[in-house]
């Protein structure tokens, strides 16, 4: 299963952007799906995460201006990011848990992906 993001650029401080993040590959659905960013020197970070429920959760950070939503038919996994600041500069991975393909069309094992990662840079 392949996990494509895009959707990064240079964007000024205030500013809007939009991730999105295309599953492929031969599998069941789609369970958890998240973003997570690295910042130059900084360790992995989880921005936003979504439960298989519908659930979201938010880094403290981002909270009131990130939102994590997702499209299930097309598999697609979106970052919606306003406010921007300086410090949100990173590569933005994507990531997603998810079930193969089991007897009968049901769930079969367990997986996980990354994406390859997108970077925001955004100016002050």
């Known amino acids: 299963v392949q996990l494509q993001a895009s959707g990064g650029g240079l964007v000024q401080a205030g500013g809007s952007l939009r991730l999105s993040c295309v599953a492929s590959g031969s599998f069941r659905r789609l369970s958890s799906v998240a973003w997570y960013r690295q910042a130059p020197g900084k360790q992995r970070e989880l921005v936003a995460r979504?439960?298989?429920?519908?659930?979201?959760d938010y880094a403290a950070s981002v909270k009131e201006r990130f939102t994590i939503t997702r499209d299930s038919a097309e598999n697609t996994i979106f970052l919606h990011m306003n406010s921007l600041k300086p410090e949100d500069t990173a590569v933005y991975y994507c990531n997603a848990v998810g079930f193969l393909v089991g007897k009968g069309w049901s769930d079969g094992r367990q997986f996980a992906s990354w994406g390859q990662g997108t970077q925001v840079t955004v100016s002050s």
């Open positions: 979504m439960s298989d429920v519908g659930d979201t």
